[in-house]
């Protein structure tokens, strides 16, 4: 039997060889057109892939990606992923985020970039201390294992306790209540840059939606003058969000209008095309930084679960931040 399995095996593989053959030498007969010859290097490739079926996925979804975050990597200081105004200025920048382990599960390229890469100085407030699970004062504790991971200072990591900001994932947070908050710390640490959630709130959960809309409602009606820009963190599908590496194929294709607006402006004299704008950010981990915000969540041990190791490995905002400028009213 094992005999008649490898002579059937040899023919099959010999008839599809020999098809393969026949089908070249149509492709080469002597009216072969420039069609016929792009139509045998796809039946080359295509017999190329058939036949090599484990390589094919390696370098597709482990190798390619791989080679572009590196790219993306050599270009991230370009303007058109930083703005201009981050590279020659020192901000004082205030993430806003809703429960603790929000900063480096989400935010964590954010805080990395913008701290080793431009020395911007970072601050966090917490707006409830995740007590949904009874669990506050633990996550406020750990909170402050996190800060230290991504190196902000302690005196300028808080996670708020208030009464009519509770953590619950049914409960829209009144936007009259939070920004009062916010103003009062963007005072006392003269804050000039604003981060938070945009109004999807990356998981969809209400009370980072709430956050969004205070400070996309702060910003736009010029609520307080010390602001001088406010971003806004890109929410994307499902599928997207669980991509990991993958989505780089995505951000690399995404971003070549920009790559190129950014080279033109370089080589053309006279203002003629004007530079990239402050309207986006890329901003992506290294691998340094990857390990950094491991290891900040490593210090919220209460939401240490089996699906946490996943999202760690799986989840785009582990790599990579795409922030939004938001726009003031005029």
């Known amino acids: 039997m094992t005999n008649g399995l490898k002579k059937f095996w040899y023919n099959e593989e010999k008839h599809s060889d020999d098809s393969f053959d026949e089908f070249n030498q149509i492709l080469l007969t002597p009216k072969s057109t420039s069609r016929t010859i ?20 390696i370098i597709s979804l482990i190798g390619i990606p791989l080679m572009i975050y590196m790219l993306l990597m ?11 105004e981050f590279q020659e200025k020192r901000y004082n920048i205030l993430l806003i985020v809703a429960h603790p382990d929000d900063e480096c599960l989400f935010f964590s390229p954010t805080l990395r970039v913008l701290q080793t890469q431009y020395h911007q100085n970072l601050s966090l407030v917490v707006l409830s201390r995740g007590n949904h699970a009874g669990l506050g004062q633990i996550r406020a504790m750990e909170l402050h294992g996190s800060c230290r991971a991504l190196n902000i200072p302690s005196n300028r990591c808080l996670s708020l306790d208030l009464l009519q900001i509770k953590d619950d994932p049914k409960v829209w947070w009144s936007e009259q209540q939070l920004i009062p908050i916010i103003e009062e710390y963007v005072i ?24 969004a809309s205070a400070v996309r409602l702060m910003t736009e009606n010029r609520t307080n003058t010390m602001i001088k820009m406010s971003y806004e963190l890109k929410s994307v599908s499902l599928l ?3 991509s990991s590496i993958l989505d780089f194929y995505w951000i690399f294709i995404s971003s070549i209008p920009r790559l190129l607006h950014s080279l033109l402006s370089y080589l053309i004299p006279f203002n003629l095309i004007s530079s ?14 990857y390990m950094a915000s491991r290891n900040a969540f490593a210090s919220h041990q209460s939401q240490y679960s089996w699906d946490r190791h996943l999202y760690l490995l799986a989840s785009r905002y582990m790599f990579i931040n795409e922030l939004k400028y938001i726009d003031k009213h005029v």
């Open 276 to 289: 990239t704008d402050k309207s986006y950010m890329l901003l992506i981990n290294t691998p340094n930084d």
């Open 74 to 84: 050599i270009l991230s200081s370009n303007r058109a992923f930083i703005p201009i």
């Open 188 to 211: 006392k640490w003269s804050i000039d840059v604003l981060i938070s959630f945009d109004n999807r709130g990356i998981s969809g959960h209400l009370n980072h939606r709430a956050v």
């Open 38 to 57: 792009v139509m045998r290097s796809f039946s080359r490739l295509y017999h190329w892939i058939s036949t090599h079926r484990i390589l094919f996925l």
């Open 240 to 242: 997207r969000k669980y």
